[in-house]
């Protein structure tokens, strides 16, 4: 039963370029969401999708933009990279409608800015 | 006001010794808890769903408080693979709505042969 799988592991990139970050959900659940975690913080919850829609979104700005495939995976976009967009990306599944069962996170992908 | 407040720490605790964190969230709505267990430059994993009357697993031992808004994780009989940050988690959405979880920035626990 694979779990969450992000990619790629690590990117570099310079400031104003554009990454896009991949997540494929565990078996069985629909809703995916992004967390931004700094070093030193706890994750920042950036969006979630369910059924290929964006249904919650944190304080971030709209450089940072999202989308869902039928087959539940994700994608992270980030436009106009800022030096402080350096983090480790975290995304989570869970099965939607469930509140009360935890999510399941995977590795992360570390972005590094130079 | 923070969401979610933990004590950073570090926490250096003696092998065996018994170490509490404790949390406190803010907004009232909360319905879902967690412990995540944060290994260094690696991602979350759920050590624990906190339930409202309280429930332990194996060394571990989760409490909350509604009236409080106070959440606290009791490890018991320490051992080195402790070692990790510990992540206070709530989810402030309804148990049938969307999952939004907000992190604590996390207690750091050292544990000393």
């Known amino acids: 039963d694979a779990g969450v799988t992000q990619s790629p592991t690590h990117l570099i990139k310079t400031r104003g370029q554009q990454v896009t970050l991949r997540c494929s959900p565990k078996s069985g659940h629909d809703t995916v969401s992004w967390y931004q975690q700094a070093l030193g913080q706890g994750p920042q919850f950036i969006f979630q999708y369910y059924e290929e829609e964006e249904r919650q979104r944190g304080n971030f700005p709209d450089r940072f933009s999202g989308h869902q495939f039928p087959n539940y995976s994700s994608e992270l976009n980030v436009n106009a990279l800022l030096l402080g967009d350096s983090a480790l990306y975290l995304c989570?599944?869970?099965?939607?409608?469930?509140?009360?069962?935890?999510?399941?996170f995977g590795d992360g992908t570390r972005l590094s800015i130079l | 006001r923070k969401e979610v407040e933990q004590d950073p720490g570090p926490f250096n605790v003696p092998e065996g010794a018994t170490v509490a964190f404790n949390c406190t969230y803010s907004n009232s709505a909360s319905q879902s808890f967690f412990w995540y267990r944060q290994d260094c430059r690696k991602e979350p994993k759920l050590l624990m769903s906190v339930y409202s009357s309280g429930n332990e697993d194996g060394r571990f031992t989760a409490q909350l408080n509604r009236a409080s808004q106070y959440i606290s994780l009791l490890i018991r009989d320490s051992k080195l693979s402790d070692s990790a940050t510990y992540l206070c988690v709530v989810n402030a959405a309804g148990w049938f709505g969307n999952e939004k979880l907000t992190f604590g920035t996390g207690t750091r626990l050292t544990i000393i042969p």
């Open positions: 989570a599944s869970s099965p939607y409608g469930q509140g009360n069962q935890p999510q399941h």
